[in-house]
């Protein structure tokens, strides 16, 4: 039915511009279907001037299908359908309906909602729902490094890539970005196991079944580099920690508030509507 009414408000626009057009000028036909005309001018807006002319042919052939099809559909609709069918006056109503409540829902969140999350408030909901954040991967904390496997730099590489003292941290992360391939500092929030495993090129699975002690090094059959990561933390079971699942919380959180905004509001109208006597039940 959503379908219908497209074909229905498509072409019946469609059919309005083509009258217009046909009374206010006498453009170039291009195309006709039945007593439908589509002129020159309504393709050119279509298809832009700066494309090449085989791509303008393209776009041209395109919109001019396009605009017929919707024609065919409209009159296929008209001789197959029953009237009943064919009005769809309910039908556009109460989808204008839906959309201006929408519309009004989404501006009076926009308004009235708090978007203010607190870290007691974020810890609250956490511990009510330690159920709803159980691990379905490992997550890590870890400094990853790309080298040439052959590379004089490289066992310095892996003794850097395990410092913990912030300065050493920093003098680690000058020598890595110059002498590794690639090198990410991952050690400061949780990543999954499945994202990072992509900076490996391969799955998790695979990637921790090459973890060995706190590192994880992996070298690809005949491409010439290893890649390494120090692992500097890592959740394999339970429930995930809290800064892992911030961001969710927090739009569960919101969510909720829109939930609560949204039930008030309805609320909100229909005693405001008794008050006034503009909402009476017989």
């Given amino acids: 039915m959503h379908r219908l009414l497209s074909i229905f408000t498509a072409a019946s626009l469609l059919c309005a511009c083509n009258v217009v057009s046909s009374i206010i000028h006498d453009d170039e036909v291009v195309?006709?279907?039945?007593?439908?005309?589509?002129?020159?001018?309504?393709?050119?807006?279509?298809?832009?001037d700066f494309i090449a002319p085989e791509d303008s042919a393209a776009l041209a052939r395109q919109y001019i299908n396009s605009w017929a099809t919707q024609i065919l559909y409209l009159q296929a609709a008209a001789d197959s359908l029953s009237e009943e069918d064919v009005d769809v006056s309910a039908e556009l109503e109460d989808?204008?309906?839906?959309?201006?409540?929408?519309?009004?829902?989404?501006?009076?969140?926009?308004?009235?909602?708090?978007?203010?999350?607190?870290?007691?408030?974020?810890?609250?909901y956490y511990e009510s729902h330690r159920d709803a954040f159980v691990l379905e991967r490992p997550l890590l904390r870890v400094r990853f490094a790309d080298v040439m496997a052959d590379s004089p730099s490289r066992e310095a590489i892996i003794s850097v890539l395990a410092q913990d003292d912030c300065s050493e941290v920093m003098q680690a992360d000058t020598v890595l970005r110059s002498a590794a391939i690639r090198y990410s500092?991952?050690?400061?929030?949780?990543?999954?196991?499945?994202?990072?495993?992509?900076?490996?090129?391969?799955?998790?699975?695979?990637?921790?079944?090459?973890?060995?002690?706190?590192?994880?090094?992996?070298?690809?059959?005949?491409r010439g580099d290893v890649m390494i990561a120090y692992v500097v933390d890592i959740e394999k079971y339970g429930v995930a920690p809290l800064e892992s699942c911030r961001d969710r919380i927090r739009d569960y959180i919101l969510s909720g508030r829109k939930r609560d905004l949204i039930n008030g509001l309805e609320q909100e109208l229909l005693e405001d509507a008794v008050d006034r006597k503009q909402f009476v039940i017989y």
């Fill in 31 to 48: 195309a006709r279907v039945g007593g439908e005309k589509l002129y020159l001018s309504e393709v050119t807006k279509f298809v832009p």
């Fill in 95 to 124: 989808y204008r309906r839906s959309l201006l409540r929408y519309r009004y829902e989404q501006h009076y969140i926009r308004q009235h909602l708090d978007t203010l999350v607190t870290d007691e408030q974020l810890r609250a």
């Fill in 185 to 222: 500092d991952l050690s400061a929030s949780w990543t999954d196991a499945m994202v990072l495993a992509k900076e490996f090129g391969t799955d998790y699975l695979t990637m921790l079944g090459h973890l060995k002690g706190n590192y994880i090094t992996y070298e690809p059959e005949g």
